[in-house]
């Protein structure tokens, strides 16, 4: 495997909306690699074969999207501390020996994405308390990621207390769920405020909280990326805060995986977040 052209790909159903392409297809031609990497629509009933066909594929490995994260993570053969953590999978590597190891590198790309917005010692805002609305998958992986990155408080606010309450046990001795009515307590001690939530998203209802009572040191990041601009990013301009978009975890996301395939650690540059941003304005 290691003398024949690399391949790697993205894998969901449907697949056509993947920017995934965009973003290797830009790194093999800047680091002048001949490979090539695939977007492939699978059907759930077919993912778990797709799975164990692929130490014979052809394929170093590949990215996973919805809705396979949760399949994959049941059929890989060993997973990152991370993945165990986050329960989902986005990230396959085949090794030369067949066997399929499964990350999440979401966690890690949204705090490159803080790292280069905000700076590295963004942990410290506000004496390291991170607020994270929502419950979802993207949630998981993000308090994983503050967890990792040395936070001392990450709350969890969702409507539905149980959901809040498993996400913020994957951050222990850190994380506590939040009552969403209790959002503007927690607000004036929060440093980093994150939306992992779909509202304010193209097609759906704006967030609606109330900015006013963060710390003047305080950022605001949004995972949504279409539109790049939402309301509540418009908000903390408006109020002179950080904002920092959905498309930097995106974007940082998928450095591992084209390291781990192609062997050249890219780097998540101006033009080609340019590019990406010219596709999604299209």
Not at 128 to 155: F, K, N, P, Q, S
């Amino acid at each position: 495997m290691s003398g024949a052209t690399p391949r790697a790909f993205v894998v969901g159903h449907p697949i056509a909306h993947s920017r995934s392409p965009l973003i290797h297809g830009h790194w093999l031609a800047e680091h002048g690699i001949p490979g090539s990497y695939e977007r492939l629509d699978v059907r759930p009933a077919a993912f778990p074969d797709f799975v164990r066909g692929l130490p014979d594929s052809g394929f170093r490995g590949g990215n996973v999207t919805i809705p396979h994260k949760e399949t994959a993570f049941a059929l890989v053969d060993t997973l990152t501390p991370r993945a165990r953590a986050i329960g989902a999978v986005n990230t396959l590597v085949v090794a030369p020996d067949g066997r399929i190891r499964g990350d999440n590198t979401d966690a890690p790309g949204f705090c490159a994405h803080l790292d280069q917005t905000l700076g590295a010692a963004w942990p410290d805002r506000a004496g390291g308390t991170a607020l994270v609305l929502g419950a979802g998958g993207a949630a998981r992986a993000i308090v994983v990621g503050l967890a990792e990155r040395g936070l001392r408080r990450v709350w969890v606010a969702n409507r539905t207390a149980a959901r809040a309450e498993a996400v913020a046990a994957l951050a222990p001795g850190i994380g506590a769920a939040l009552a969403w009515d209790d959002l503007p307590a927690a607000l004036p001690r929060t440093g980093l405020l994150v939306n992992t939530t779909s509202l304010g998203m193209k097609g759906q209802p704006p967030l609606a909280v109330d900015l006013s009572p963060l710390p003047a040191g305080a950022a605001v990041a949004d995972i949504v990326y279409a539109p790049l601009e939402t309301e509540l990013l418009a908000a903390a301009r408006r109020r002179g805060l950080p904002a920092v978009d959905g498309l930097g975890m995106l974007l940082h996301q998928a450095v591992p995986g084209f390291e781990a395939w192609f062997g050249a650690r890219p780097a998540v540059t101006p033009e080609l977040r340019a590019r990406i941003v010219a596709d999604l304005a299209g």
